[in-house]
């Protein structure tokens, strides 16, 4: 399938917030031929630089996170059952009975326990379980040799192709984002444009947003653009609150935003006639975008977004349709933009 194979490397490099540097060598590796330099910096974050050569060029700095929802051991119990904690956003109703990878050296594998319906008490079948009392269980007679507290874990299952245009797996939030940049980078290759471009695959944006906010800190773009994922419709979702799958990039909209750069991403879409979706936000957008905008003296935001189904659970899926969408618009902005952006 299309781009399978980096996508892939990119989602199957484990990167629990806190514990991303597994997925950010892999991210710096992909990035390396694109740019003039590529490093990670202290907090993990990776940082690349694509010069012009124009003097006195502004700035573009293209940000996607690097992290993933995951857990942290927190006890091991005899019969090598485990008590773990959740990293990031992660609801308890689908977590009973996912398949776990346990981090250490080697992984192991392992299986929330669920309780059988036969051994349930009448009216439990309907009641949820908190994650604290949730056991992994790693099939082990005793796991304390093998399983230090503090080891992170992820959700175990790999990518499957549903469609010729349709994937499914985890951490597509926001591997799907890191790769719509590789992309367009890749697009971009031989093209001369007329601003310095910064890539950074920030880490910690589940819990903190840090590396978004020490690397704008540390870029002081004059624009920046964020990409990352949004929510795509499915029957069972509010209506007012997602957005078509397959319908093409989401641009985002509102006080977050630089209102000229927002719009002159809007006009590249019309003039490549390219499908767009236009996605309000009124507040907090609950992204990388909140707060790279306040970075040092301000940036100028705009934040591009893929429609994804099921954020946050082991089966995230993508259109691949829409990836490209998002690599295109941005392809096609950074190709054509002289660094001034008008209303």
């Not at 573009?60 to 485990?82: K, N, P, R, S, Y």
């Not at 904690?85 to 009975?97: E, T, Y």
């Not at 890749?186 to 947003?209: I, K, N, P, Y």
């Not at 707060?291 to 994804?308: H, K």
Request: with cysteine; aromatic share 6%.
């Amino acid at each position: 399938m299309k781009c399978a194979e980096d996508l892939i490397r990119l989602c199957e490099a484990p990167g629990v917030t806190g514990f991303e540097r597994p997925a950010a060598e892999t991210a710096a590796e992909l990035l390396r031929p694109l740019c003039d330099e590529v490093e990670i910096d202290a907090a993990g974050t990776v940082h690349g630089v694509r010069r012009c050569g124009r003097p006195g060029a502004k700035t573009v700095l293209l940000d996607a996170h690097i992290d993933q929802i995951g857990f942290l051991v927190t006890e091991v119990l005899d019969g090598g059952f485990l008590r773990f904690a959740p990293v990031g956003g992660v609801a308890p109703r689908m977590l009973l009975g996912c398949e776990m990878e346990i981090l250490t050296e080697p992984p192991l594998f392992g299986i929330v326990s669920s309780t059988p319906p036969h051994l349930l008490k009448p009216g439990e079948e309907n009641k949820s379980i908190p994650v604290q009392e949730m056991l992994l269980d790693t099939g082990l007679q005793d796991a304390r040799a093998a399983v230090p507290v503090g080891t992170p874990a992820v959700f175990a299952e790999r990518m499957v192709q549903l469609t010729p245009d349709s994937i499914t797996g985890k951490c597509l939030d926001d591997r799907a984002g890191v790769y719509a940049i590789l992309q367009a980078l890749e697009r971009l290759q031989g093209a001369g444009l007329a601003v310095d471009l910064a890539v950074q695959f920030s880490v910690q944006e589940e819990v903190t947003s840090l590396g978004a906010m020490t690397g704008a800190f540390r870029v002081r773009p004059d624009y920046a653009i964020a990409v990352d994922v949004s929510h795509a419709k499915t029957p069972d979702a509010p209506a007012d609150d997602t957005f078509a799958y397959g319908g093409g990039v989401m641009i985002g909209m509102g006080p977050n935003f630089n209102t000229p750069l927002t719009k002159a991403l809007i006009r590249t879409a019309r003039a490549e006639a390219m499908d767009y979706q236009l996605e309000v936000m009124a507040g907090n957008t609950g992204t990388n975008a909140w707060e790279m905008q306040i970075a040092a003296c301000g940036t100028a935001m705009a934040l591009l977004s893929i429609p994804l189904r099921y954020m946050h659970t082991p089966i995230e899926s993508i259109k691949l349709a829409d990836l490209d969408s998002v690599s295109g618009l941005l392809y096609h902005f950074l190709r054509n933009f002289d660094g001034e952006v008008r209303c």
